[in-house]
């Protein structure tokens, strides 16, 4: 069983940035792939960025590539989502989820474990 914690979430003007992180209890975290999905008002939840479980390979939605920045620290336990440049349409919940075994990323299906989120609001 895994236990996910997100924070770092807040409001922050356009063009601004933040880091947001998910900590992770319980074992093996190391072979979890992790990934970060948003949720934006009144639309379904989307896929923005993964990592495996070396930490090496990473994944991002088109629209955060250059600006979104995942990695992760298994001694920590912890998976981190730096975001800069932040634009209003990055405004949602954003949750961290683990996943084991080999997936396709994008898919909020293939995730086990999945935390209770936190509010990104970007102003204009």
């Known amino acids: 069983q895994v236990q996910l914690v997100e924070s770092g979430g807040r409001l922050v003007q356009a063009g601004g940035s933040l880091r947001l992180s998910c900590a992770a209890s319980g074992r093996s975290f190391s072979t979890y792939f992790m990934g970060w999905f948003r949720q934006p008002p009144g639309k379904e939840r989307e896929f923005v960025a993964a990592i495996g479980w070396r930490g090496r390979d990473t994944y991002y939605t088109d629209s955060v590539k250059g600006r979104f920045t995942i990695s992760k620290d298994n001694a920590k336990n912890t998976v981190y989502l730096e975001m800069n440049n932040l634009k209003p349409e990055d405004t949602a919940v954003y949750y961290c989820?683990?996943?084991?075994?080999?997936?396709?990323?994008?898919?909020?299906?293939?995730?086990?474990?999945w935390g209770q989120g936190t509010q990104v609001t970007v102003s204009s």
């Open positions: 989820a683990a996943a084991t075994g080999w997936i396709t990323v994008t898919l909020p299906g293939e995730y086990n474990y």
